[in-house]
T-cell receptor, first 111, second 111 residues
Framework: GENVEQHPSTLSVQEGDSAVIKCTYSDSASNYFPWYKQELGKGPQLIIDIRSNVGEKKDQRIAVTLNKTAKHFSLHITETQPEDSAVYFCAADQAGTALIFGKGTTLSVSS | DAMVIQNPRYQVTQFGKPVTLSCSQTLNHNVMYWYQQKSSQAPKLLFHYYDKDFNNEADTPDNFQSRRPNTSFCFLDIRSPGLGDAAMYLC??????????FGQGTRLTVV
């Protein structure tokens, strides 16, 4: 089955700085790679996703890049704000259905 | 309006006493998932339904069962909860190879 590795486990940045979180996956058949943000006591919420036929996708301050050959994808957050502080999870699809999650990155943005 | 609804939000059960968690969706998605999330960890897939087709993860304990009586509802049954089963249980829905929508979760406490 699919295995997803995520780094770093914690990340602290100053407000206005950029943050980068990286993930690798094992199953070359995976085609869908979402990123979720989870705030304390809430379920994960999708912030951006990318499919294997695209190398990069951007939505305002958030971007995701995918290198299918190397089997890794990254989340980039620019101009970070305190409200970006949360746990971020990457995921990859397993056999086109279930999502397998990375272990999560706790992002802290200090003002 | 909430699209994936989990009840209850908080559940306390006694050691060894069967407990059922419920999930309903208004999205008419054909895939429904149950994840277990322990403190500061990634969501771990327990099983998922693709329509009525049940898919159990290999390492999901036999203590965990699931029922999906119709498209809208899915239940997680824990036959004999142990202290190690205390966690947040997340329900999610999706269509094939698309964004998964999560509920707010049920936090289970075992006493």
């Amino acid at each position: 089955g699919e295995n997803v590795e995520q780094h770093p486990s914690t990340l602290s940045v100053q407000e206005g700085d950029s943050a980068v979180i990286k993930c690798t996956y094992s199953d070359s058949a995976s085609n869908y790679f979402p990123w979720y943000k989870q705030e304390l006591g809430k379920g994960p919420q999708l912030i951006i996703d990318i499919r294997s036929n695209v190398g990069e996708k951007k939505d305002q301050r958030i971007a995701v890049t995918l290198n299918k050959t190397a089997k890794h994808f990254s989340l980039h957050i620019t101009e970070t704000q305190p409200e970006d502080s949360a746990v971020y999870f990457c995921a990859a699809d397993q056999a086109g259905t279930a999502l397998i999650f990375g272990k999560g990155t706790t992002l802290s943005v200090s003002s | 309006d909430a699209m994936v609804i989990q009840n209850p939000r908080y559940q306390v059960t006694q050691f060894g006493k069967p407990v059922t968690l419920s999930c309903s969706q208004t999205l008419n998605h054909n895939v429904m998932y149950w994840y277990q999330q322990k403190s500061s960890q990634a969501p771990k897939l327990l099983f998922h339904y693709y329509d009525k087709d049940f898919n159990n993860e290999a390492d999901t304990p036999d203590n965990f069962q699931s029922r999906r009586p119709n498209t809208s509802f899915c239940f997680l049954d824990i036959r004999s909860p142990g202290l190690g089963d205390a966690a947040m249980y997340l329900c999610a829905t999706s269509t094939m190879n698309t964004e998964a929508f999560f509920g707010q979760g049920t936090r289970l406490t075992v006493v």
